[in-house]
């Protein structure tokens, strides 16, 4: 069993940055794709981006490349999620997602993921 927790979420200006950390257990980080998602009210939950398990891969979704900066610390068991230049659409609940399983082509699909954290806010006003 895999817990993930989230953090850094928050309240922000239009244009402005947050930076997200995501805290994973287990003595197998390495081997697991982390994947970040995220859920505005009434919509479905949609990716954002993903860091294979090597850590050499990033994928990002079009609304938020070059924007957002998805990076991974296996020592610590981490992996971050850079947001800048915000804007309010990015507003969400974001959720950090792990699998060790995953496949390339079906990174970007939530079902494919065994383990979520809770979420947090992230609030970008005009």
């Known amino acids: 069993q895999v817990q993930v927790v989230e953090s850094g979420g928050g309240l922000v200006q239009a244009g402005g940055s947050l930076r997200l950390s995501c805290v994973a257990s287990g003595r197998t980080f390495s081997s697991y794709t982390m994947g970040w998602f995220r859920q505005a009210p009434g919509k479905e939950r949609e990716f954002v981006a993903a860091?294979?398990?090597?850590?050499?891969?990033?994928y990002y979704a079009d609304s938020v490349k070059g924007r957002f900066t998805m990076s991974r610390d296996n020592a610590k068991n981490t992996v971050y999620l850079q947001m800048n230049s915000l804007k309010p659409e990015d507003t969400a609940v974001y959720y950090c997602?792990?699998?060790?399983?995953?496949?390339?082509?079906?990174?970007?699909?939530?079902?494919?993921?065994?383990?979520w954290g809770q979420g947090t806010q992230v609030t970008v006003s005009f």
């Open positions: 997602a792990a699998d060790s399983r995953i496949r390339i082509r079906t990174m970007t699909s939530p079902g494919e993921y065994d383990y």
């Open positions: 860091i294979r398990k090597s850590g050499g891969s990033t």
